[in-house]
């Protein structure tokens, strides 16, 4: 999505940009605040919709799973959602009395405890937030892309309700902006114990170090009224108990997984950023920090490696690396710090794919097959010499079949109806949360949780033997004195 940054971001390169129409690419400058997910979801949703009307096909490549899931799925909240959904809950005047009193209220808070915050708490990067109802978005996007299919900015306008006016979205703008300082100041696991006060079904299903998710359900409550586990259970009525957040959006829609051998495609990951690496990964990142940084001095800005690009993998393992000056980056201490820079890289890189097998096996196939379900078709990627033969063909030849209404000559994957319970278990030893039956289990088999349990039984041994040797020694004082 972003401008430049080809190299650490693996993008297509231009010879494979010609081959075939792309979208969503180089339409947003890395140096700004990131783009939720939802403000993406409504730039591409109008493309992909267009490319259908001129009975296309098109095809997602991914790429992060989370925002593919907001383009096959309807699982994405909007404002004007919860809205409706509050307003359906109690009467209009009822929820905009409240509304007042409780913007009131808030104010006089404020006020009267600002001097004394300030005086606390070290104040939130004042980089602005993008809020996830997509109400505000960058001032450097262009269409890029997208052929005749209007700018993301004019999509996020026409999301918005159609009474809401510019005046309107500037004071929703400016509520959200300032409440999200508010709930940065205080700590996640106080964030989760009064979400677990106003809604605790919610809290049940959140991590308490899930920041982002808390707040978001914190500020719809305080905005609306509404408790967000209401909100999500509104948007899953009518479909299975084990569903996607809501209904698929396109009903005509399979899934093609490239798989491969996880020891071959660790050697193809590790190979890959070797590559990267030749093309000129240190200084592509060496420039983009010398221009984030000048930006956010000039704005007088805190740096915030927690959003936008920084996500991205590749930025947060070379920082110590980055932030040396060019004679110390040659010195062996400076060649230490990028030999580990490296080795991080290669090892997030696997780790990643890991995590998108785990979507994939998880999100997709652990759930009852339904409509509601794209199905999966799995591809055997391992050997690249054979791409046409294992790869292509077969891809090619379940694409033809379905468009003709015609069994597949490959079976889809099989689903398994695994259904999970979202129960929040805390391991004290560790300080670790688990959300379901299936995390509790891998955490209490990890080695993690074994190093953690061997130093606690080290610790009681130590002390049961210090309590020893001090009764032993009380002993042969009381045993002198004749006591």
Same mark, same amino acid.
């Given at each position: 999505?972003?401008?430049?940054?080809?190299?650490?971001?693996?993008?297509?390169?231009?010879?494979?940009?010609?081959?075939?129409?792309?979208?969503?690419?180089?339409?947003?400058?890395?140096?700004?605040?990131?783009?939720?997910?939802?403000?993406?979801?409504?730039?591409?949703?109008?493309?992909?919709?267009?490319?259908?009307?001129?009975?296309?096909?098109?095809?997602?490549?991914?790429? =992060?799973?989370?925002?593919?899931?907001?383009?096959?799925?309807?699982?994405?909240?909007?404002?004007? *959602?919860?809205?409706?959904?509050?307003?359906?809950?109690?009467?209009?005047?009822?929820?905009?009395?409240?509304?007042?009193?409780?913007?009131?209220?808030?104010?006089?808070?404020?006020?009267?405890?600002?001097?004394?915050?300030?005086?606390?708490?070290?104040?939130?990067? !004042?980089?602005?937030?993008?809020?996830?109802?997509?109400?505000?978005?960058?001032? @450097?996007?262009?269409?890029?892309?997208?052929?005749?299919?209007?700018?993301?900015?004019?999509?996020?306008?026409? %999301?918005?309700? &159609?009474?809401?006016?510019?005046?309107? /979205?500037?004071?929703?703008?400016?509520?959200?902006?300032?409440?999200?300082?508010?709930?940065?100041?205080?700590?996640?696991?106080?964030?989760?114990?009064?979400?677990?006060?106003?809604?605790?079904?919610?809290?049940?299903?959140?991590?308490?170090?899930?920041?982002?998710?808390?707040? /978001?359900?914190?500020?719809?409550?305080?905005?609306?009224?509404?408790?967000?586990?209401?909100?999500?259970?509104?948007?899953?009525?009518?479909?299975?108990?084990?569903?996607?957040?809501?209904? $698929?959006?396109?009903?005509?829609?399979?899934?093609?997984?490239?798989?491969? @051998?996880?020891?071959?495609?660790?050697?193809?990951? *590790?190979?890959?950023?070797?590559?990267?690496?030749? !093309?000129?990964?240190?200084?592509?990142? $060496?420039?983009?920090?010398?221009?984030?940084?000048?930006?956010?001095?000039?704005?007088?800005?805190?740096?915030?490696?927690?959003?936008?690009?920084?996500? =991205?993998?590749?930025?947060? &393992?070379?920082?110590?690396?980055? $932030?040396?000056?060019?004679? %110390?980056?040659?010195?062996?201490?400076?060649?230490?710090?990028?030999?580990?820079?490296?080795?991080?890289?290669?090892?997030?890189?696997?780790?990643?794919?890991?995590? !998108?097998?785990?979507?994939?096996?998880?999100?997709?196939?652990?759930?009852?097959?339904?409509?509601?379900?794209?199905?999966?078709?799995?591809?055997?990627?391992?050997?690249?010499?054979?791409?046409?033969?294992?790869?292509?063909?077969?891809?090619?030849?379940?694409?033809?079949?379905? /468009?003709?209404?015609?069994?597949?000559?490959?079976?889809?994957?099989?689903?398994?109806?695994?259904?999970?319970?979202?129960?929040?278990?805390?391991?004290?030893?560790?300080?670790?949360?688990?959300?379901?039956?299936?995390?509790?289990?891998?955490?209490?088999?990890?080695?993690?949780?074994?190093?953690? &349990?061997?130093?606690?039984?080290?610790?009681?041994? @130590?002390?049961?033997?210090?309590?020893?040797?001090?009764?032993?020694?009380?002993?042969?004082? *009381?045993?002198?004195?004749?006591?």
């Amino acid at each position: 999505m972003y401008k430049g940054l080809g190299i650490v971001t693996n993008k297509a390169t231009k010879e494979e940009l010609q081959m075939c129409r792309h979208h969503m690419i180089d339409f947003i400058s890395p140096l700004k605040d990131n783009v939720t997910v939802l403000e993406y979801r409504n730039a591409a949703v109008p493309i992909i919709d267009s490319i259908l009307a001129a009975k296309k096909t098109p095809i997602i490549v991914g790429g =992060s799973n989370y925002y593919i899931e907001s383009l096959l799925w309807r699982n994405l909240v909007n404002t004007e *959602d919860i809205q409706k959904l509050a307003s359906l809950q109690r009467p209009e005047s009822e929820y905009e009395g409240n509304k007042q009193q409780q913007e009131q209220k808030q104010q006089q808070q404020e006020q009267s405890q600002i001097v004394e915050d300030q005086a606390k708490v070290k104040p939130a990067p !004042q980089s602005e937030w993008l809020p996830h109802d997509g109400s505000v978005v960058g001032d @450097d996007l262009d269409p890029g892309c997208y052929g005749d299919v209007r700018s993301m900015e004019s999509q996020d306008e026409e %999301s918005t309700t &159609e009474s809401c006016s510019d005046e309107e /979205r500037l004071t929703e703008r400016a509520f959200t902006v300032k409440d999200r300082e508010k709930y940065e100041m205080q700590s996640s696991v106080d964030l989760h114990a009064r979400l677990s006060q106003v809604d605790p079904k919610m809290a049940d299903r959140l991590h308490p170090k899930d920041k982002r998710k808390i707040i /978001r359900a914190l500020e719809v409550y305080d905005r609306y009224g509404i408790q967000m586990s209401e909100v999500y259970r509104h948007q899953h009525s009518g479909l299975a108990d084990n569903a996607m957040g809501g209904s $698929l959006r396109y009903r005509d829609t399979c899934l093609l997984w490239i798989k491969c @051998d996880q020891d071959v495609l660790d050697r193809r990951l *590790d190979a890959r950023v070797d590559k990267m690496l030749e !093309q000129g990964l240190v200084n592509e990142l $060496l420039d983009f920090h010398r221009q984030y940084n000048e930006e956010r001095l000039k704005n007088n800005r805190a740096a915030d490696y927690t959003r936008g690009i920084f996500q =991205s993998i590749g930025f947060k &393992e070379f920082h110590d690396f980055l $932030l040396m000056d060019a004679d %110390s980056r040659q010195t062996e201490k400076g060649q230490a710090a990028f030999r580990a820079a490296v080795e991080k890289l290669k090892q997030v890189t696997r780790k990643y794919a890991r995590v !998108q097998k785990r979507w994939i096996e998880r999100r997709l196939l652990n759930r009852p097959c339904s409509e509601n379900v794209p199905l999966v078709y799995g591809l055997d990627g391992t050997d690249v010499s054979r791409w046409d033969e294992n790869v292509l063909e077969p891809a090619t030849r379940i694409l033809t079949a379905l /468009r003709q209404g015609e069994t597949t000559p490959i079976s889809p994957l099989p689903y398994q109806d695994v259904r999970q319970e979202f129960v929040i278990q805390h391991c004290k030893l560790c300080d670790v949360h688990a959300n379901t039956p299936e995390m509790w289990h891998v955490h209490i088999k990890s080695k993690r949780h074994r190093k953690c &349990e061997q130093s606690r039984r080290r610790k009681l041994r @130590d002390l049961t033997q210090t309590l020893d040797e001090y009764i032993h020694h009380q002993q042969v004082q *009381d045993g002198d004195s004749g006591t």
